[in-house]
Nanobody, 114 residues
Framework: QVQLVESGGGLVQPGGSLRLSCAASGFTFSDYAMAWHRQAPGKERELVASVGNDGRSKYHAPAVKGRFTISRDNAKNTVDLQMNSLKPDDTAVYFC???????WGQGIQVTVSS
């Protein structure tokens, strides 16, 4: 059974940092690309970043490029999102996803506010 479980969210002040982690189980993690998405209140869900199965190819959305970094550890079956220089516009529920067949985690709240 495929499971994706996010952790690391919370409340942070503008300019601060958070690191999200997604723990994967129930499949051979190193065979799959992974991604992070987010959905802000009243907005559509959007792709934040993605990483290839071997960790070499990465994509970061223009809105987060230079501030967020996606990474994965195939030995630990985790995919992380390091978020720096956070802005109020980054406030959203963040989701881990396995794009190939559209498996999603339950999501975790990130709130950027003073």
């Amino acid at each position: 059974q495929v499971q994706l479980v996010e952790s690391g969210g919370g409340l942070v002040q503008p300019g601060g940092s958070l690191r999200l982690s997604c723990a994967a189980s129930g499949f051979t993690f190193s065979d799959y690309a992974m991604a992070w998405h987010r959905q802000a209140p009243g907005k559509e869900r959007e792709l934040v970043a993605s990483v290839g199965n071997d960790g070499r190819s990465k994509y970061h959305a223009p809105a987060v490029k230079g501030r967020f970094t996606i990474s994965r550890d195939n030995a630990k079956n985790t995919v992380d999102l390091q978020m720096n220089s956070l802005k109020p516009d980054d406030t959203a529920v963040y989701f881990c996803r396995r794009p190939r067949d559209d498996y999603w985690g339950q999501g975790i709240q990130v709130t950027v506010s003073s």
